[in-house]
């Protein structure tokens, strides 16, 4: 827009400005007249040039008008359009979050159905596994048949034979066949029809002399006898004489028994079935020859010499290990000796507790065998005699021991529904068990010593006690020669200095007054000692003194001025440290004869104590080694 510059019109004195009212003008002189028109006409010329510019600024104005007009329509038409188009983001916003709300349901879905998915996957994985496990049992058993239809091919008349051995040996069955209610024919017949098609199985001979035996076929009982202890001597020999016992005849059970011990036991691998036979002869039940047998082969096993023989492992020195863990400790009882004793007490106590090995055995072996009750019924034992023939008659040959292997594994299998881990354990556990050997002295040690850990009766660990005995005495009897030999004839003792010795007598006399004396003064010439040490700081008195004196004296003479003030005060302070002396050393020795007071009746109290201790130690020590005599005398078996 063109900006109009407005000239204001030159105002002449003599000229009014436009607007005037033609009543106030004054005529024109006439010799000015010419001058008058000629302004008016630049006048008028300037109003004309005025009124154009306010035309034009007039036009300029309608024109800006005109202007605001269109872009006021056009901010309207603007405003339209963001009215519009806020409603369009409005609803799209409403449309977003819509789609937000069905993502995160779609979300939700999706989590849901993973979970679900992960559950169903889980459980199809256990369903494939309990199915894979229930195929594997199910094979596990069709094998388990298979294998026990083999058995029962191959084995299964072995079974019988054992069912018949079982009844034969019955202390009943003697009395049936003498009276003719039992006939051992149609039995005889049966075993021979066996021994056609397994003539290596011992225990059919074994049945088939007994058989004979009832019958009074003596020719065919020595007949059958003789095959059984050809195909196993030490089975033949135990069964007959199990089966003797059984049926009452203990003379001819000893004689077996004695066989078996002889020939078939191995002392250095002692089976569990051996432990059960053990306590069958040690309660007796196949009678006093067999329980006599026993005690010869067992201390013959104990006293055998031999390169990795069992003599080794039963000698005396076999059993001082279990002797020291029951000696007796004596605690803290004897401290106060142990303190006043000038030399090793820890080696000195160490022999005090070797004496104490016949109390701690005597205490042990009471506690693990009490006196036997002699009025109680033998009816207790006769579990061990039917057990030992239960197990022997049970046993199976090696032949067999493959497939019932076999079988007992597949049976925990089975058992375990698939576990193979849990079965296999299992299966390791009862293979161990059964398998589990020890050595004689094992046997005993663990008779004796360890009852919980062996499978034993009471008559059977006192039969084996018996046999550790003499060994278990001669143990004590060096562990007690040891501790006496190392006594000492004296011992010394210190009490805050003082020293003497002491007879370790328990009833030698002692002038305790004497000692009491003794140490009383050993203690009152050290204090007074050390109370005289104190008077000896002479350089202190006669120095301090003299020297603050020569100072005083001296001083005023040599110095003056501030040296004089300062030389007097260190005079003066060295003769006061100096005369301090004199009484320091009456309250110092003062003081060291109090605590020398208290001191020596702690000492007398601890003389007391000492002497009292010592009698108590030896003493005991004294007491605990004569029990030897009466460890020597203690019977076994509580009589």
């Not at 050595?439 to 040690?445: C, E, H, P, S, V």
């Amino acid at each position: 827009m063109r900006r109009l510059r407005l000239k204001a019109p030159l105002r002449s004195p003599g000229i009014p400005l436009e607007g005037t009212c033609s009543e106030d003008r004054k005529p024109a002189r006439p010799d000015e007249q010419g001058n008058n028109v000629d302004e008016q006409s630049a006048t008028d010329a300037r109003i004309s040039e005025l009124g154009d510019s306010l035309k034009e600024i007039h036009e300029a104005q309608q024109r800006r008008e005109n202007d605001l007009t269109i872009l006021h329509d056009q901010f309207g038409a603007l405003s339209g359009n963001v009215e519009a188009l806020r409603s369009k983001a409005n609803a799209l916003a409403t449309q977003v979050e819509s789609v937000g709300f069905a993502t995160e349901q779609v979300r939700e879905d999706l989590t849901r159905t993973q979970s679900e998915l992960g559950q169903l996957t889980t459980v199809v994985t256990d369903f494939r596994s309990q199915y894979e496990l229930d195929q594997a049992v199910l094979a596990a058993q069709f094998e388990f048949e298979r294998i026990d239809r083999d058995w029962q091919r191959r084995f299964g008349h072995r079974d019988k034979v054992r069912s018949l051995a079982r009844g034969l040996v019955r202390k009943l069955t003697p009395k049936l066949v003498e009276n003719g209610v039992l006939s051992t024919e149609n039995l005889r017949m049966f075993v021979e029809e066996h021994l056609v098609h397994d003539p290596d199985f011992w225990l059919a001979h074994a049945t088939l002399s007994v058989a004979a035996r009832l019958d009074g076929d003596v020719d065919r009982q020595l007949d059958a006898m003789g095959q059984a202890q050809e195909q196993d001597l030490g089975k033949a020999n135990l069964f007959f004489s199990l089966a003797a016992a059984r049926m009452g005849d203990h003379q001819r059970a000893g004689n077996w028994m004695d066989g078996y011990l002889q020939d078939a036991v191995d002392p250095d691998r002692l089976s569990r079935d051996f432990l059960v036979v053990l306590d069958a002869v040690a309660s007796r039940e196949l009678g006093d020859l067999a329980h006599s047998y026993a005690r010869q082969v067992m201390v013959r096993w104990g006293t055998e010499a031999g390169a990795g023989g069992t003599a080794a492992r039963a000698s005396v020195r076999r059993w001082e290990p279990q002797l020291r863990r029951l000696l007796i400790s004596p605690g803290d009882r004897f401290e106060p000796l142990g303190q006043a004793y000038d030399g090793d007490w820890a080696e000195l106590r160490d022999r005090w507790r070797l004496a104490t090995v016949t109390t701690g055995t005597l205490a042990h072996l009471r506690k693990e065998f009490p006196p036997m009750d002699h009025t109680t019924s033998t009816a207790r034992h006769v579990r061990y005699a039917a057990t030992a023939i239960d197990r022997l008659i049970g046993h199976l040959e090696p032949d067999e021991a493959a497939l019932h292997t076999k079988k007992e594994a597949l049976l925990r299998f089975i058992e375990h529904r698939g576990n193979e881990q849990a079965a296999r354990e299992e299966h390791t556990l009862r293979q161990e068990a059964d398998a589990e050997v020890m050595d004689f002295a094992t046997l005993l040690d663990n008779a004796v010593f360890k009852p919980s850990q062996i499978a034993l009766g009471e008559d059977a660990r006192r039969l084996a006690l018996m046999q550790i005995l003499p060994n278990l005495r001669s143990a004590a009897e060096e562990l007690v020669t040891t501790s006496l030999q190392h006594r000492p004839r004296e011992i010394c003792i210190a009490i805050d200095g003082w020293r003497t010795s002491l007879p370790t007598d328990p009833g030698a006399h002692i002038d305790v007054r004497a000692l009491a004396d003794e140490l009383d003064a050993h203690l009152l010439a050290c204090t007074e000692a050390e109370a005289e040490a104190v008077d000896r700081n002479l350089p202190r008195r006669v120095g301090g003194t003299a020297g603050g004196l020569s100072v005083l004296l001296l001083t005023p003479f040599l110095l003056g001025g501030a040296l004089l003030g300062l030389a007097l005060l260190l005079g003066a302070v060295a003769g006061v440290w100096g005369l301090l002396d004199v009484t320091r050393v009456p309250a110092e020795r003062g003081r060291i004869r109090e605590a020398g007071t208290a001191q020596r009746q702690h000492a007398q109290r601890r003389l007391q104590d000492v002497l009292s201790r010592r009698i108590e130690f030896f003493a005991e020590w004294i007491e605990h080694a004569a029990r030897l005599s009466e460890l020597r005398a203690w019977d076994p078996m509580g009589k």
